[in-house]
T-cell receptor, first 108, second 113 residues
Framework: KNEVEQSPQNLTAQEGEFITINCSYS?????LHWLQQHPGGGIVSLFM???GKKKHGRLIATINIQEKHSSLHITASHPRDSAVYIC??????????FGKGMKLTVNP | EAGVAQSPRYKIIEKRQSVAFWCNPI?????LYWYQQILGQGPKLLIQ????????DSQLPKDRFSAERLKGVDSTLKIQPAKLEDSAVYLC???????????FGSGTRLTVV
């Protein structure tokens, strides 16, 4: 069993839909990261969470430490949101443990 | 602040050839990571440096891969000789020593033919 599990693995949505991506982990963590990877390889860090909730633009990330679960929500989705979204745990001088990622396609 | 710089952006080589990747982390970030990401999979840690010392290289195929971080700043990752299965994106990331976020480079896409 992977230490970091993401669901769903793939998601296709229509523009404007509200999207939720889930991440569950089985190890103790100092922080959880949500990363975005577009075709071509580069990774952008969206959020780093250790508790509660963070919001940036149309993106909201939440974490429940007791349940070892995090969600990334995208409101009013847009085709430019199409990417792979990766959940990873760890932080600072700790190596990151990555989920396999979720491929999101938002159709116009 | 400037991001993590990586070069080259793309590289195509034949099997058994050698290749080197370069990474310049964010100034002041003591921890530097090299990750290998095979298509369809999450990144896998190859090596972690703390300043110029190796913290974790347990998943680095040492018979063909080597990495160094001279003076605790820039780092190079070398593959010699390359195999077809080394085709992947090689990502460099850096972070502050104390709890902090990661910054990733744009990656180097390697194709071995």
């Amino acid at each position: 069993k992977n230490e970091v599990e993401q669901s769903p693995q793939n998601l296709t949505a229509q523009e404007g839909e509200f999207i939720t991506i889930n991440c569950s982990y089985s190890v103790g963590i100092s922080a959880l990261h949500w990363l975005q990877q577009h075709p071509g390889g580069g990774i952008v860090s969206l959020f780093m969470l250790s508790s509660g909730k963070k919001k940036h633009g149309r993106l909201i990330a939440t974490i429940n430490i007791q349940e070892k679960h995090s969600s990334l929500h995208i409101t009013a989705s847009h085709p430019r949101d199409s990417a792979v979204y990766i959940c990873a745990v760890g932080g600072g001088s700790e190596k990151l443990v990555f989920g396999k990622g979720m491929k999101l396609t938002v159709n116009p | 602040e400037a991001g993590v710089a990586q070069s080259p952006r793309y590289k195509i080589i034949e099997k058994r050839q050698s290749v080197a990747f370069w990474c310049n982390p964010i100034s002041g970030h003591a921890t530097l990571y090299w990750y290998q990401q095979i298509l369809g999979q999450g990144p896998k840690l190859l090596i972690q440096f703390q300043n110029n010392g190796v913290v974790d290289d347990s998943q680095l195929p040492k018979d063909r891969f080597s990495a160094e971080r001279l003076k605790g700043v820039d780092s190079t990752l070398k593959i010699q000789p390359a195999k077809l299965e080394d085709s992947a994106v090689y990502l460099c990331a850096s972070s502050r020593q104390v709890f902090g976020g990661y910054t990733f480079g744009s990656g180097t896409r390697l194709t071995v033919v």
